[in-house]
Nanobody
Framework: QVRLVESGGGLVQAGGSLRLSCAAS????????MGWFRQAPGKDREFVAA????????YSSDSVKGRFTISRDNAKNTVYLQMSSLEPEDTAVYYC?????????????WGQGTQVTVSS
């Protein structure tokens, strides 16, 4: 069972940048596709971005495309979400997730989340 711990959230002004990190325990991190999701107050959790096991394929939602970049370092058991041109609408709790299957399946393991707040 992989365990995920997110970090890097905080308060940033609109137009600013943040990089989220998700550290995974376990030696099989490189076997898993990984993803980022977010949940804003009063809203459902939504998909943000995902990356396959090798890092060779990435996917992102239309709302963040061109602004957010997902990447991974399998040697460090870490997946990242680089967020740029942040908007107040990006304010949410961001969750890291691991997939036992493909990125189109439901994630199997979730982190505890990290708060991102974008002020206008």
């Amino acid at each position: 069972q992989v365990r995920l711990v997110e970090s890097g959230g905080g308060l940033v002004q609109a137009g600013g940048s943040l990089r989220l990190s998700c550290a995974a325990s376990g030696r099989t991190f490189s076997f898993y596709a990984m993803g980022w999701f977010r949940q804003a107050p009063g809203k459902d959790r939504e998909f943000v971005a995902a990356i396959n096991w090798s890092g060779g394929s990435t996917y992102s939602s239309d709302s963040v495309k061109g602004r957010f970049t997902i990447s991974r370092d399998n040697a460090k058991n870490t997946v990242y979400l680089q967020m740029s041109s942040l908007e107040p609408e990006d304010t949410a709790v961001y969750y890291c997730a691991a997939y036992y299957g493909s990125v189109w399946s439901t994630p199997n393991v979730w982190g505890q989340g990290t708060q991102v707040t974008v002020s206008s």
